[in-house]
């Protein structure tokens, strides 16, 4: 008998699962060559009480970041959304959000913009917001102090699969308690020492809360978010306001970095495309070369 299940979490050869219907929690084996990873949908067989999966059902995508040798590492699958989160403390990195948005872009994760511990400055991300407001991109600014700040998130998650994402120490895990309470996640705060955040979680989970009919991802924290090998054209198409201007540069195979007649860049100069924005594309495409 085989019954279909959910991947909550994978050790070496096994996995927390969760039942697809019921969302009872299971525990089964699975082979090396299966490599399933958090989010898969499952065929599992059981036999004298011990489950073993015996297939993985094709995915519709994946949520991933860069290897140490710049290979694409899958981190969890069948994603629809992507929470990102970024504080005032500690302050985001260079670049990270651009990053994570340019793999929502390609993998079809609507993303959610979370800019959290506004009781501590206010202003900080006030220029940040806008913009991307403007782009398009659901944002909120949140604070563990005003809870309605962050329940004004919960209809965004019904019915879905989110993934929450960002630095470690920037309030994942408490801005989830505050959504879902019933939850048994740990929660962090910043060294002394270091400004940074300690990692709370150090596998990525799926769980799922019964009130919002939701499966919320908890992933670990980060200091950076890694893209895999990209060429120029795959990252530029992640940078949304870019999409319009794509082939209508006079080379094909422009890079939109020096080329003659390029329409990203004739968009830049003519203020239609936020120079922050294009400033970041260069950056990002220029970090490639660590992986050659």
């Known amino acids: 008998m085989t019954e279909l299940y959910r991947v909550a979490s994978t050790q070496k050869t096994t996995a927390t699962l969760l039942h697809n219907e019921t969302h009872e929690t299971a525990h ?33 995508n994946s949520f991933s970041r860069a290897d140490n040798k710049g290979h694409k590492q899958h981190i969890a699958s069948n994603v629809d959304q992507i929470m990102i989160v970024m504080a005032v403390e500690p302050a985001p990195t260079r670049d990270i959000l651009n990053r994570y948005l340019i793999t929502a872009e ?8 979370v800019f959290n511990k506004s009781d501590i400055d206010s202003k900080v991300f006030i220029n940040i917001i806008n913009q991307y407001e403007q782009l398009g991109y659901q944002v909120f600014k949140t604070t563990k102090h005003d809870q309605a700040s962050i ?12 993934i929450i994402v960002g630095q470690s120490g920037v309030g994942k895990s408490s801005i989830t308690r505050v959504m879902m309470p019933g939850l048994d996640l740990k929660t962090g705060k910043l060294s002394d020492k270091t400004g940074k955040g300690a990692h709370t979680t150090s596998v990525t989970q799926m769980y799922y809360d019964e009130t919002l009919r939701a499966n919320i991802i908890d992933s670990p924290g980060v ?15 992640g940078f949304r306001e870019f999409q319009q201007y794509l082939g209508l ?3 094909s195979n422009c890079t939109h970095i020096h080329e003659p007649q390029c ?17 970041s594309y260069l950056r990002i ?5 660590y992986w050659a």
């Open 263 to 279: 329409a990203i860049m004739q968009a830049v100069k003519n203020k239609e495309i936020h120079e922050n924005r294009y400033e």
């Open 151 to 162: 329940n004004c998130i919960k209809p965004l998650l019904e019915s879905q699969t989110t």
């Open 223 to 237: 200091w950076e978010y890694g893209l895999w090998d990209m060429s120029a054209r795959k990252i530029s198409s």
């Open 106 to 113: 390609h993998e079809s994760i609507d993303p959610i913009l």
């Open 285 to 289: 495409v220029d970090s490639m070369k």
């Open 249 to 251: 540069c006079k080379f």
């Open 28 to 60: 089964a084996f699975f082979s090396r060559k299966l490599k399933p990873i958090c989010g898969d949908f499952v065929e599992v067989e059981i036999k004298k009480s011990e489950l073993n999966i015996k297939r993985i059902q094709k995915r519709y």
